[in-house]
């Protein structure tokens, strides 16, 4: 009930009184990684004076996210495991966050200690073992451990196609299907943000034939999380984005609401590959496909 209600009262809002509240918050706590992934910028910006953020501004962040509206949260870096403040650590700002929002999930880069309090943990793999090596420093058999050791009971990998692994995607649905704490697997699409990353972009046909295999594998019955009709749609990038439902927080404490590149990169929208994104503009568009893959992510157990 509370669920039905809460999300009752967002589309109320949003989509009868058209006000632009934000469902879901990029909250990233700080640049510093301890890998140096070839896809990623953020991690060559972790010598910012302004590049991890303390646990009075974290919360007043958070406070600030509630008051706007925001539903649900995924804090991420940089590696957001290694956040300190004092004996703080990112698992007690997920106990705070959780009495202030309905979900609360964390990505990384699955090289620390998964058993988190959050409600879902994401884990990054971007390819079999020598590919994801390749492009996330040597980084395969560490995740592969931390995934077999885990009690956690939502554990998600998110893997990112480019140019190098847009070949591997069935590889790697069978490799983790014999790990038995990974619950699904969500796509998203390179994005060039063009600050020091290297240029995995895809090109128009390689995309179209990515995202086709992602369509046939997940007919098949592979636990692809995202929706056909969304993943579908962003072979052209033909869906009409309501980025006013996205909110970001970065480690300096700015908070913007809109895309995902917003404050954090040049806004490239024929290049978008930010699938979640998408799937919340489907779910307010009332799409069957986006409200499934929404409740399959964030909510179901």
Not at 109 to 115: F, I, P, R, S
Request: proline share 5%.
């Amino acid at each position: 009930m509370h669920w039905t209600l809460n999300l009752a009262d967002f589309f109320l809002r949003t989509r009868i009184l058209g006000q632009p509240v934000p469902l879901l918050a990029s909250f990233k706590l700080t640049y510093r990684c301890n890998l140096a992934c070839r896809a990623c910028p953020f991690h060559h910006r972790a010598a910012e004076p302004d590049g991890h953020m303390g646990w009075d501004m974290a919360v007043r962040c958070l406070h600030e996210l509630a008051r706007a509206g925001c539903r649900m949260i995924v804090f991420e870096g940089g590696e957001p495991l290694l956040w300190r403040d004092g004996d703080r650590r990112v698992h007690d700002l997920v106990e705070y966050a959780k009495k202030l929002f309905l979900r609360v999930a964390v990505t990384t880069n699955g090289t620390l200690d998964l058993d988190l309090p959050a409600d879902v943990v994401w884990v990054s793999i971007d390819g079999l073992p020598p590919t994801h090596d390749s492009l996330r420093s040597f980084s395969f058999d560490r995740i592969r451990d931390n995934l077999l050791r885990t009690r956690h009971g939502k554990i998600l990998v998110h893997h990112t196609i480019n140019r190098v692994n847009r070949h591997e995607l069935k590889g790697l649905l069978d490799m983790l299907g014999e790990i038995p704490s990974v619950r699904g697997l969500t796509l998203q699409l390179f994005y060039p943000y063009g600050q020091g990353e290297e240029k995995l972009g895809l090109t128009e046909g390689q995309r179209r034939d990515a995202i086709e295999t992602a369509i046939a594998l997940k007919r098949q019955g592979y636990p692809i999380l995202n929706s056909t009709g969304r993943l579908r749609a962003m072979i052209g990038n033909t869906w009409a984005c309501r980025d006013d439902i996205l909110i970001n927080v970065d480690p300096d404490g700015t908070i913007t609401q809109g895309c995902y590149a917003k404050s954090r990169g040049a806004v490239h929208c024929s290049h978008c590959g930010f699938t979640p994104v998408a799937e919340a503009v489907g779910a307010l568009e009332l799409r069957p496909g986006s409200i499934i893959a929404g409740w399959r992510t964030f909510i179901s157990r």
